[in-house]
């Protein structure tokens, strides 16, 4: 009996992380997706005049600082900062947000994004499952019976779909999102 209980808490833990790092990776991802792919935000060239890198260890952040301009010549600004290293003198293609940040555009952070999507989409699946299975160790014949009930051969077929395009997804962004960042300077 001690066992089953620690059993369906490891998975009620698991099915909670997985669940919310998949959703909320997914949801953050996406987000950032407007700017990589040019749907927001102001279109420019950030030249690299500073960076600054803060913290020790794990927590170890770099900060790179320059001068944005936009690609209408319409603004330019002195202190845009992105959140990622690069050498002094470096030119970037970015949109820069509301705030002064600036995001990369192109393959390789949209292919990086499109694949961690994909991967937290999985993580998300894997996390209500194993919220499923605690809930059906734990209460096996009304968990069978609502299964029965919701479960349908075409959600196993739809869910095995989307898992494989996931894969796919991942694969393929995977690639170019590597071979992108390779390119960048």
Do not use: N
């Amino acid at each position: 009996m001690l066992g089953r209980v620690w059993t369906v808490l490891f998975m009620l833990f698991v099915g909670v992380l997985f669940s919310g790092l998949g959703i909320g990776g997914a949801v953050s991802l996406a987000d950032g997706l407007k700017y990589s792919t040019r749907m927001s935000g102001t279109p420019g060239l950030l030249q690299i005049t500073a960076c600054e890198t803060t913290g020790t260890g794990k927590q170890r952040h770099t900060d790179c600082f320059g001068v944005f301009r936009s690609d209408d010549h319409r603004v330019t600004d002195p202190s845009a900062s992105i959140g990622e290293s690069f050498k002094v003198g470096t030119i970037l293609p970015v949109q820069q947000d509301a705030s002064g940040h600036c995001h990369l555009v192109g393959v390789a952070p949209t292919a990086g994004r499109l694949a961690g999507i994909c991967v937290c989409v999985v993580a998300a699946v894997a996390g209500l499952a194993s919220l499923c299975a605690a809930f059906s160790t734990v209460m096996p014949r009304l968990a069978g019976r609502i299964g029965a009930a919701l479960w349908s051969p075409g959600a196993g077929r739809l869910l095995k779909r989307l898992l494989l395009a996931c894969g796919i997804g991942v694969a393929v962004f995977g690639v170019a999102g590597v071979i992108g960042w390779l390119a960048l300077p």
